[in-house]
């Protein structure tokens, strides 16, 4: 082989490395909005429950007040979550990174503070985990690649 044609097959296999990193940081990306996503999808519980007290209960003040907190806090997380997404296309590694941060404090918090409801949505904490997980692995094997 010539080096004309060396040079052609270095070319085509760099642009296939860099198109492998660019999905990488399209997958990291993708987590956070799935985490975001199943935030919001867990949200939607306490919404409902806080929607159906206020129109159709009377006197149910005490359980409105609670499922209200509820729903702003985990609609809080979820907007917290798809600003790291955003910042995600800057900053991959870093916004997966701080997402994981943020959401294990969160827990920690929980579970210090009411320990009765630290297993509650395990099932939707355990995927908010396993995807935030993800996003740091996708971006540290971005940052890390060659």
């Known amino acids: 082989m010539n ?13 296939q490395s860099r198109s ?14 799935v985490t975001a996503l199943v935030q919001f999808l867990t949200a939607l519980y306490p919404v409902y429950r806080w929607i159906t007290e206020l129109f159709v209960v009377a006197g149910a003040y005490e359980s409105y007040v609670r499922d209200m907190g509820m729903a702003i806090g985990m609609l ?3 907007a917290v979550l798809l600003v790291l997404w955003w910042w995600g296309k800057y ?3 870093r916004a997966a990174c701080a997402a994981l941060g943020f959401y294990v404090l969160l827990q920690v918090a929980v579970a210090l503070f009411y320990p009765t409801h630290i297993f509650d949505g395990i099932a939707s904490k355990v995927l908010v985990l396993f995807g935030l997980l993800m996003a740091v692995r996708t971006g540290y094997r971005r940052r890390h690649s060659g």
């Open 3 to 15: 080096s004309q044609n060396l040079t052609t097959l270095r070319m085509l296999r760099e642009c």
């Open 76 to 78: 809080t997380i979820c």
């Open 91 to 93: 900053a991959p590694f």
């Open 20 to 33: 492998a990193r660019e999905q990488q940081i399209l997958s990291g990306r993708d987590w956070l909005f």
